[in-house]
C-alpha cells in the first residue's frame, strides 16, 4: 500500500476502519516485540546466545516490515508516536543482540544470499569498469573477476571472487569457488597493475579450498603459493576487503595486502567451521563449537593482530541495505588508499613485509 | 556337574591341593597359556610388515635400505632426523632455533585441550615443535635444511612451524647458503586458526626475498604434503621435487570424494601423478636425493 496524496472521498469513509485496524497491527507488534526482548533478556549461557541471536534478529525484521506496512497506511497521530517508539525499541534490541552475535551467527551472515557480492560492490565503489579475462594459459575463470577500473576518478584494478544468488549464475561462477586459473589470472593482471603504477584493490569472498579433481590436476596449490610470494613483492599499493567468508588459502592468495580491511559480519579462517568440526570432532553438527573456538569474527581477527580495520555494516548487516553497505566500504577504502598512496613504492613494499614478518607471532623463546 | 563328579569319584577323600589338580584335567587354569612374556620381547620390533607388498621385512634391512621396501620401492616415512642424517655429511649438523614453543594463541579446545596435544606431542617427539633447522654440509657444501616432523601433530604449521621456516630461510639469505625445505605436513595447524594461515604469507613473502637475493631453494616433498603447506614454501622451490608415492594436494582426498560423490582414480595427487601434470620438477627415489640436490646446487651456487 502507497499513501495516496490526494484523497477520494470513498478512501476517507475507509481510513476509519484502517485506524482500528493499524492500532490492531501496533499491538500486535508490541506484543511481539515484548516477546523478543524478554526472551533475550532471559537468555543464559554461550550456547543460547548463539541460537537465539540470528533467531531475535530474523523476528526484528519481521516486526519492522509489519510497522513500515502500517505507516504506509497513515494513521493518527497516537499510533503514529507508538509507531516511533516501537522503531527505537527495535533498533535498541537489534543493536545489543548484534553486538552479541557468535561467531557462528556471523558465519550465517556472512554467507547470506543476499549479501552484496563483489560486483555489486564493484558496481556501487568503482566507475569504467571494463573486464579483463583468461591466464593465457588455460581458461578464464569466471569464479574470479579482474578489471580496470577507476576509484574516485583514479586509474584502479580491482579483482575478486565472485558469487551468485540465482541457480543457473551460481554454476556458473563454481559457487565462487576458483580454479588455477582464476588464481593464475589475478596475479597476471595484478603484475600489469604493476607495470603501469596502478593501485589494486581485491574483495574476497571464497569458501574455501576448491574441491575438485581439476583444480588439483592443475595445480591449486602451485597457484595459490606463487601469488603469496609475488603479492608479497608487488611495487604498488594493494588493499583488501574481506567482504564475506575469507576461506583459507583461496582468501589469502588475493589478501597478501598492505591493508586488509574486513567488513564487520565477514569471517576469515584457516577452514571451514563445519571442516574443522568433522575433523577435530568427528562430528560436522559441531560447527557451531568449532565456529567459536576458531576465533574467526572481525573483532577476533583484530585482536589477533592479523586484519588493518574493521568496516561497519548498516543495522542488521550487509544484505539488508546495499547502497548502505557499499558506501561504509567505500569510506574505509577512501580512507586507507590517502595514506597509502603517500608512500614511495620501495617503502611501501618494506612495510607491507614487515607487516607479514611479524603477523601472528605467537611463539615464546624457551632458554 | 561338581556334584555328580564328586560322587562317582568321592572326591571328598582327597586333600584339597590333589583336588584343585583334578580340576584342572576340566578347566584351563588363567595364564597357562600365556607365552607373551618371554617370546614377545625375542620378536618385537625386529620385523615390519610393507603396507604395499605385504612382504614381511627384517627391520635392519630396511634400515638399511634407508626405508625403502627392498621388495615393492614403497617409501616409507622416516622422522626428521633420520631425514637430517641421509642429506648431510657424517650425520654431522648444527640445530638451531629449536627452542621455539608455541603459546597456544587461541586457548583452542576440542575434544582435548590443544595444550595438552602439544605436550604429548613434545614428549613423545622430543621436539618442541613439527620442525627442525639445521646447519650442516651436504657434499662438502655448507647448506641449510629446514626437516618437518610429521609425528609431531601431522607435521602441521602453526606459529612456530612458521617462524622456524621464515629464520632458516632468512639464514640462508643472509649467509648465502642454499637451503633445502623437505616438507612432510597435513598442512597449517587447525588449533591455530588464522595464526597458521598467516603463516603461508609469512613464509611466501621471506622466499620472494630469497628468490631476489637468487640463492638456490629446493623443496622436497615427501608423504605426505597437503594444505597449506603445499600451498606455500613446498610449491615455491627453485626446483620442487618429490619422493615416489607421496600424497602431494591443497584439498584433501576424501574431501574431494565426498564432494564430487565419485572414487577417485588410483594414484590421484601421488607425486607420480603431479609429475604428470607438470606440476613437479623431478620425482627422485630416497637413495638418489643427496645425490641430485647435491647435482642440483652444483648448478645453482655460484
Same mark, same amino acid.
Given at each position: 500500500?502507497?499513501?495516496?496524496?490526494?484523497?477520494?472521498?470513498?478512501?476517507?469513509?475507509?481510513?476509519?476502519?484502517?485506524?482500528?485496524?493499524?492500532?490492531?497491527?501496533?499491538?500486535?507488534?508490541?506484543?511481539?516485540?515484548?516477546?523478543?526482548?524478554?526472551?533475550?533478556?532471559?537468555?543464559?549461557?554461550?550456547?543460547?546466545?548463539?541460537?537465539?541471536?540470528?533467531?531475535?534478529?530474523?523476528?526484528?525484521?519481521?516486526?519492522?516490515?509489519?510497522?513500515?506496512?502500517?505507516?504506509?497506511?497513515?494513521?493518527?497521530?497516537?499510533?503514529?508516536?507508538?509507531?516511533?517508539?516501537?522503531?527505537?525499541?527495535?533498533?535498541?534490541?537489534?543493536?545489543?543482540?548484534?553486538?552479541?552475535?557468535?561467531?557462528?551467527?556471523?558465519?550465517?551472515?556472512?554467507?547470506?544470499?543476499?549479501?552484496?557480492?563483489?560486483?555489486?560492490?564493484?558496481?556501487?565503489?568503482?566507475?569504467?569498469?571494463?573486464?579483463?579475462?583468461?591466464?593465457?594459459?588455460?581458461?578464464?575463470?569466471?569464479?574470479?573477476?579482474?578489471?580496470?577500473?577507476?576509484?574516485?576518478?583514479?586509474?584502479?584494478?580491482?579483482?575478486?571472487?565472485?558469487?551468485?544468488?540465482?541457480?543457473?549464475?551460481?554454476?556458473?561462477?563454481?559457487?565462487?569457488?576458483?580454479?588455477?586459473?582464476?588464481?593464475?589470472?589475478?596475479?597476471?593482471?595484478?603484475?600489469?597493475?604493476?607495470?603501469?603504477?596502478?593501485?589494486?584493490?581485491?574483495?574476497?569472498?571464497?569458501?574455501?579450498?576448491?574441491?575438485?579433481?581439476?583444480?588439483?590436476?592443475?595445480?591449486?596449490?602451485?597457484?595459490?603459493?606463487?601469488?603469496?610470494?609475488?603479492?608479497?613483492?608487488?611495487?604498488?599499493?594493494?588493499?583488501?576487503?574481506?567482504?564475506?567468508?575469507?576461506?583459507?588459502?583461496?582468501?589469502?592468495?588475493?589478501?597478501?595486502?598492505?591493508?586488509?580491511?574486513?567488513?564487520?559480519?565477514?569471517?576469515?579462517?584457516?577452514?571451514?567451521?563445519?571442516?574443522?568440526?568433522?575433523?577435530?570432532?568427528?562430528?560436522?553438527?559441531?560447527?557451531?563449537?568449532?565456529?567459536?573456538?576458531?576465533?574467526?569474527?572481525?573483532?577476533?581477527?583484530?585482536?589477533?593482530?592479523?586484519?588493518?580495520?574493521?568496516?561497519?555494516?548498516?543495522?542488521?548487516?550487509?544484505?539488508?541495505?546495499?547502497?548502505?553497505?557499499?558506501?561504509?566500504?567505500?569510506?574505509?577504502?577512501?580512507?586507507?588508499?590517502?595514506?597509502?598512496?603517500?608512500?614511495?613504492?620501495?617503502?611501501?613494499?618494506?612495510?607491507?613485509?614487515?607487516?607479514?614478518?611479524?603477523?601472528?607471532?605467537?611463539?615464546?623463546?624457551?632458554? | 556337574?561338581?556334584?555328580?563328579?564328586?560322587?562317582?569319584?568321592?572326591?571328598?577323600?582327597?586333600?584339597?591341593?590333589?583336588?584343585?589338580?583334578?580340576?584342572?584335567?576340566?578347566?584351563?587354569?588363567?595364564?597357562?597359556?600365556?607365552?607373551?612374556?618371554?617370546?614377545?620381547?625375542?620378536?618385537?620390533?625386529?620385523?615390519?610388515?610393507?603396507?604395499?607388498?605385504?612382504?614381511?621385512?627384517?627391520?635392519?634391512?630396511l634400515e638399511e635400505n634407508l626405508n625403502v621396501?627392498?621388495?615393492?620401492?614403497?617409501h616409507f616415512r622416516i622422522d626428521a632426523r633420520a631425514r637430517l642424517a641421509q642429506l648431510l655429511d657424517d650425520n654431522l649438523y648444527e640445530v638451531f632455533d629449536s627452542n621455539l614453543?608455541?603459546?597456544?594463541?587461541?586457548?583452542?579446545?576440542?575434544?582435548?585441550?590443544?595444550?595438552?596435544?602439544?605436550?604429548?606431542?613434545?614428549?613423545?617427539t622430543g621436539l618442541k615443535d613439527a620442525v627442525i633447522n639445521a646447519r650442516g654440509k651436504l657434499n662438502g657444501r655448507p647448506v641449510i635444511v629446514s626437516a618437518m616432523e610429521y609425528a609431531f601433530?601431522?607435521g602441521?604449521?602453526?606459529?612456530?612451524v612458521?617462524?622456524a621456516i621464515t629464520r632458516a630461510i632468512e639464514q640462508a639469505t643472509d649467509t648465502k647458503a642454499p637451503i633445502i625445505i623437505v616438507s612432510a605436513s597435513?598442512?597449517?595447524?587447525?588449533?591455530?586458526?588464522?595464526?597458521? *594461515?598467516? @603463516?603461508?604469507?609469512?613464509? $611466501?613473502?621471506? &622466499?620472494?626475498?630469497l628468490?631476489?637475493?637468487?640463492i638456490p631453494y629446493i623443496s622436497v616433498l615427501t608423504d605426505?604434503t597437503?594444505?597449506?603447506v603445499?600451498?606455500?614454501f613446498a610449491?615455491?622451490g627453485d626446483l620442487n621435487i618429490a619422493e615416489p608415492?607421496a600424497?602431494?594436494?591443497?584439498?584433501?582426498?576424501?574431501?574431494?570424494?565426498?564432494?564430487?560423490?565419485?572414487? *577417485?582414480? @588410483?594414484?590421484?595427487?601421488? $607425486?607420480?601423478? &603431479?609429475?604428470?601434470?607438470?606440476?613437479?620438477?623431478a620425482?627422485v627415489p630416497r637413495k638418489q636425493l643427496k645425490p641430485y640436490i647435491a647435482r642440483a646446487l652444483e648448478f645453482m651456487a655460484a
Open positions: 500500500m502507497r499513501p495516496s496524496t490526494h484523497r477520494s472521498p470513498r478512501a476517507q469513509a475507509a481510513a476509519a476502519p484502517a485506524v482500528a485496524n493499524a492500532k490492531l497491527v501496533v499491538a500486535s507488534a508490541e506484543f511481539l516485540l515484548s516477546m523478543v526482548e524478554t526472551r533475550w533478556s532471559a537468555r543464559n549461557g554461550d550456547n543460547s546466545t548463539m541460537e537465539s541471536g540470528l533467531r531475535a534478529q530474523q523476528e526484528l525484521e519481521r516486526i519492522e516490515q509489519q510497522i513500515a506496512k502500517l505507516e504506509a497506511v497513515t494513521p493518527d497521530e497516537g499510533t503514529r508516536h507508538q509507531i516511533e517508539e516501537l522503531h527505537a525499541r527495535v533498533h535498541a534490541l537489534r543493536e545489543q543482540v548484534s553486538a552479541h552475535l557468535g561467531a557462528w551467527e556471523k558465519t550465517e551472515l556472512a554467507r547470506h544470499p543476499q549479501r552484496p557480492h563483489t560486483l555489486d560492490y564493484v558496481e556501487r565503489i568503482f566507475t569504467d569498469w571494463s573486464e579483463i579475462h583468461g591466464d593465457r594459459g588455460f581458461g578464464d575463470d569466471p569464479a574470479m573477476v579482474c578489471g580496470m577500473a577507476r576509484f574516485h576518478g583514479e586509474q584502479v584494478v580491482v579483482l575478486g571472487t565472485q558469487k551468485e544468488r540465482d541457480m543457473k549464475q551460481k554454476v556458473y561462477r563454481n559457487f565462487g569457488l576458483p580454479n588455477p586459473e582464476g588464481y593464475r589470472k589475478a596475479l597476471r593482471v595484478m603484475k600489469i597493475a604493476e607495470k603501469f603504477s596502478r593501485p589494486i584493490f581485491t574483495f574476497v569472498d571464497v569458501t574455501g579450498a576448491n574441491p575438485g579433481v581439476g583444480a588439483e590436476e592443475r595445480g591449486q596449490a602451485e597457484a595459490i603459493a606463487r601469488n603469496l610470494r609475488e603479492m608479497a613483492r608487488l611495487r604498488v599499493p594493494i588493499i583488501t576487503a574481506i567482504t564475506g567468508e575469507g576461506g583459507s588459502g583461496g582468501a589469502l592468495a588475493i589478501a597478501v595486502a598492505d591493508r586488509v580491511l574486513m567488513m564487520e559480519n565477514a569471517i576469515y579462517s584457516v577452514i571451514s567451521p563445519e571442516g574443522c568440526a568433522s575433523i577435530m570432532w568427528r562430528d560436522a553438527a559441531k560447527k557451531e563449537l568449532a565456529a567459536q573456538a576458531l576465533r574467526i569474527t572481525a573483532s577476533d581477527l583484530s585482536e589477533l593482530g592479523c586484519i588493518d580495520d574493521i568496516v561497519p555494516e548498516p543495522e542488521g548487516g550487509a544484505h539488508v541495505d546495499h547502497e548502505a553497505a557499499a558506501a561504509l566500504l567505500d569510506a574505509a577504502l577512501s580512507k586507507h588508499f590517502a595514506e597509502l598512496r603517500k608512500l614511495p613504492s620501495g617503502e611501501l613494499v618494506a612495510s607491507r613485509y614487515n607487516k607479514f614478518r611479524h603477523m601472528a607471532q605467537f611463539l615464546r623463546v624457551e632458554p | 556337574m561338581k556334584a555328580i563328579l564328586a560322587d562317582r569319584f568321592q572326591l571328598q577323600n582327597y586333600p584339597i591341593t590333589q583336588l584343585l589338580n583334578f580340576m584342572a584335567w576340566f578347566k584351563r587354569q588363567a595364564g597357562e597359556l600365556d607365552t607373551s612374556g618371554e617370546k614377545k620381547v625375542r620378536t618385537e620390533g625386529l620385523w615390519v610388515k610393507c603396507d604395499d607388498c605385504r612382504q614381511i621385512i627384517w627391520k635392519k634391512d621396501c627392498p621388495k615393492c620401492d614403497k614453543v608455541s603459546t597456544d594463541p587461541l586457548k583452542f579446545v576440542d575434544l582435548k585441550a590443544y595444550s595438552s596435544r602439544l605436550k604429548r606431542a613434545q614428549a613423545d601433530i601431522g602441521s604449521m602453526g606459529a612456530v612458521g617462524e597435513g598442512g597449517a595447524r587447525m588449533m591455530e586458526g588464522v595464526i597458521s *594461515l598467516m @603463516q603461508l604469507a609469512k613464509i $611466501s613473502a621471506a &622466499l620472494a626475498r628468490d631476489e637475493a637468487k605426505p597437503t594444505g597449506g603445499t600451498a606455500s610449491m615455491l608415492g600424497l602431494i594436494g591443497f584439498a584433501g582426498p576424501r574431501v574431494i570424494e565426498q564432494t564430487i560423490r565419485q572414487k *577417485l582414480p @588410483q594414484g590421484f595427487q601421488r $607425486s607420480e601423478f &603431479l609429475l604428470e601434470h607438470g606440476m613437479l620438477d620425482v
